[in-house]
């Protein structure tokens, strides 16, 4: 069965970095896109980035643009999230999620990890 | 800024139906096929429904959803206790090149 792990997550300071990973099995990981979502405490959830299944066309959310990176390594079937500059309002719980194709579109989510904590705070 | 709008809560007794709405426009729900989640206390979310009306294996015939338009909606023909959840519906959006979520709807059991 699909099984999306991720880890990384910790208490880090307002400005520095914090890179997240996300180990996928159960499924060929080269043939899906990815995502990550946030979900701040008692908030709802928040769509951060997608990276297409070869890693060539990648989107994200307005409020991490410029300081989130999403990658991905298909020889180990890991997904990344590079967080630089982050920010009070970036605390929440991070999860992976694996891409969807509907009607040509492979940005949906279906999957689920369980999710990292990341906190921000000095 | 959530794009899609949900009302905050819904409830009702065991056994009744319960609504919940999903309000969008032309850019998402419009265009595309809406999903819904469903996350459990504690949680992480799970995929409830997919292409507007489709159930995944395992969810129960009891949750439907449909499409009309710029809005969605989820029902529940019968309500039991552990349906107690956040749910969330969320569409790819064509303008932003976004995975964009509802406000999310707490339900509850009485």
């Known amino acids: 069965q699909v099984q999306l792990v991720e880890s990384g997550g910790g208490v880090v300071q307002p400005g520095r970095s914090l890179r997240l990973s996300c180990a996928a099995s159960?499924?060929?990981?080269?043939?899906?896109?990815m995502h990550w979502v946030r979900q701040a405490p008692g908030k709802g959830l928040e769509w951060v980035a997608v990276l297409s299944y070869d890693g060539s066309v990648k989107y994200y959310a307005d409020s991490v643009r410029g300081r989130f990176t999403i990658s991905r390594e298909n020889s180990n079937s890991t997904l990344y999230l590079q967080m630089n500059t982050l920010r009070v309002e970036d605390a929440a719980v991070y999860y992976c999620a694996r891409g969807y194709c509907s009607g040509g579109n492979c940005n949906l989510i279906d999957h689920w990890g369980q999710g990292t904590l990341v906190t921000v705070s000095s | 800024q959530s794009v899609l709008t949900q009302p905050p809560s819904a409830s009702g007794t065991p056994g009744q139906r319960v609504t919940i709405s999903c309000s969008g426009s032309s850019s998402n729900i419009g265009t595309n096929s809406v999903f819904w989640y469903q996350q459990l206390p504690g949680a992480a979310p799970k995929l409830l429904i997919y292409?507007?009306?489709q159930r995944p294996s395992g969810v129960p015939e009891r949750f439907s959803g449909s499409k009309s338009g710029t809005s969605a909606s989820l029902a529940n023909s019968g309500l039991r206790s552990d349906d107690e959840a956040d749910y969330y519906c969320a569409a790819w959006d064509d303008s932003l090149r976004a995975y964009v979520f509802g406000t999310g709807t707490k339900v509850t059991v009485l």
């Open positions: 159960g499924f060929t990981f080269s043939s899906f896109s």
């Open positions: 292409n507007n009306n």
